[in-house]
DNA sequence: ATCTGAATGAGTCGAATGAC
DNA sequence: GTCATTCGACTCATTCAGAT
C-alpha cells in the first residue's frame, strides 16, 4: 500500500474522507463544517485526525484562507473520484426521474445566453419537469469556475472564448451574426450595400462594458472601412431595446432576434464569423445521472431550435 | 437469547487563546 | 474582527462483558 500506511488505513473511515473532500473543496474549516451540517470544533479536530493519519498538514494558513499543501493537492481528484463513484454505488436511484424531481438547477448565462438558449426551452422545461426549479445567474466569468467546483453553479452557457481552464464542454452550435433594425428604418428598406452600412449608425454590445470594438469593426478594417459605433451597452436586452426606440442598427446573434416581429433582419454586406456556444460543467458533476439528464435536454433543444 | 450497565467514540456547545 | 485550534463538560449511540 502506498501513500499511507495500512495501519493508519484502518483508522480512515468514510466520514473522515468526507470531511477531506469538503475541505479541500473549501480550503476554509467553518464553511467546510457548514457544508456537513457539523459544527466548526468538530471539523477542526476531523482535520487533526486527518492530519495524523496523512502525517501532513493538508491545509496550512495562509495570507487569504487556508491553503493545501501538496499532499493535499495530489488527493484532492481521486478522492472526489472514488466519493462519486461510492455515492453512485450506494444511490437507490440508478435513473433521473424529471416528472418527479423537483431538484434546483443553478444556471449561469449571459442575457444573451437566456434568450437563445433558456428562453426557447423554458416551456418544454418545465413540461417534463414541473416540480424543478431554475436559478439563473448572470455569467461572470472571473468567479464561475470556482463557482462551479464548489458546485454553487451546475452549467454555464458560454462562447468557445475565453471559456475557464478544467471545465467540462459540449458544443451546442453556431451562431452567426444578422444586420438588425427596427421596421421602418428610414435608411434601411433592403439589404444595405457596403458603403450604405458603414454610413449607418451603429449599436454594439460590449459585455465587459465600454467597447466600441468588435469582430464587425476587425472585418471592416480587414477592407480598409470603418463603420461608425455611437452607443455601447453591455446587454443585448437594452441593445434591442435601443434598437425599438432609434433609428439606430446593430450586428446581433441570429437566435436572439429570429422570433422579434418588431425588427427586421438582414444578411450583412460582409462576411463577419459567428462564434460557438457551448455548455460548460465542472468535472464532479460530470457522472452524476440528473446533471448528465440536464445537460441531454439541453443540447437535445439547441439542435431542435 | 435477552437484559443491564460500563466503556467508548463521536458529536455538541461555550469559552479561551493565538495568529493574522 | 475573523478564523482556527484546543479544552472541558455534556449528550447520545454503540459495543461488549457479565448476569439472568
Known amino acids: 500500500m502506498t501513500g499511507i500506511a495500512m495501519n493508519n488505513f484502518r483508522r480512515m473511515d468514510l466520514n473522515l474522507l468526507l470531511t477531506l473532500d469538503a475541505l479541500l ?20 479536530v476531523q482535520l487533526a485526525k486527518l492530519r495524523d493519519i496523512f502525517n501532513d498538514p493538508l491545509l496550512l494558513p495562509g495570507p487569504r484562507g487556508m491553503l493545501p499543501t501538496a499532499k493535499a493537492d495530489e488527493l484532492r481528484q481521486p478522492l472526489r473520484e472514488a ?53 439563473i445567474f448572470e455569467t461572470q466569468p472571473a468567479g464561475v469556475a470556482k463557482k462551479m467546483e464548489q458546485g454553487d453553479i451546475d452549467v454555464l452557457f458560454h462562447t468557445g472564448d475565453g471559456v475557464p481552464a478544467g471545465l467540462r464542454r ?21 439589404r444595405p450595400t457596403l458603403a450604405e452600412f ?39 436586452l437594452f441593445a434591442l431595446s435601443a434598437l425599438a426606440s432609434t433609428d439606430l442598427v446593430a450586428m446581433l446573434p441570429a437566435r436572439l432576434v429570429k422570433e422579434n416581429s418588431t425588427l427586421q433582419i438582414f444578411e ?30 439541453f443540447a437535445a433543444r439547441c439542435l431542435e431550435s
Open 25 to 44: 473543496t473549501e480550503h476554509n474549516v467553518t464553511r467546510a463544517a457548514q457544508r456537513l451540517n457539523l459544527s466548526q470544533p468538530s471539523v477542526s
Open 83 to 135: 466519493i462519486e463513484l461510492l455515492e453512485r454505488a450506494v444511490s437507490p436511484d440508478s435513473e433521473f426521474n424529471p416528472a418527479i424531481s423537483s431538484k434546483t438547477w443553478n444556471v449561469s448565462a449571459s442575457d444573451y445566453g437566456e434568450s437563445a438558449i433558456l428562453l426557447p426551452t423554458l416551456s418544454a422545461f418545465r413540461a417534463v419537469a414541473p416540480h424543478a426549479r431554475l436559478a
Open 198 to 236: 458603414t454610413a449607418l449608425e451603429h449599436v454594439m454590445v460590449s459585455p465587459e462594458g465600454g467597447g466600441f470594438y468588435g469582430i464587425t469593426d476587425k472585418m471592416l478594417e480587414e477592407t480598409g472601412l470603418k463603420r461608425k459605433v455611437v452607443l455601447s451597452v453591455q446587454h443585448f
Open 170 to 190: 459540449r458544443k451546442l452550435f453556431d451562431e452567426s451574426y444578422v444586420l438588425v433594425s427596427r421596421k421602418g428604418h428610414p435608411r434601411l428598406a433592403k
Open 268 to 297: 450583412p454586406p460582409i462576411e463577419i464569423p459567428g462564434f460557438e456556444m457551448a455548455m460548460l460543467w465542472h468535472e464532479r458533476c460530470h457522472r452524476d445521472v440528473a446533471h448528465r439528464w440536464l445537460r441531454d435536454f
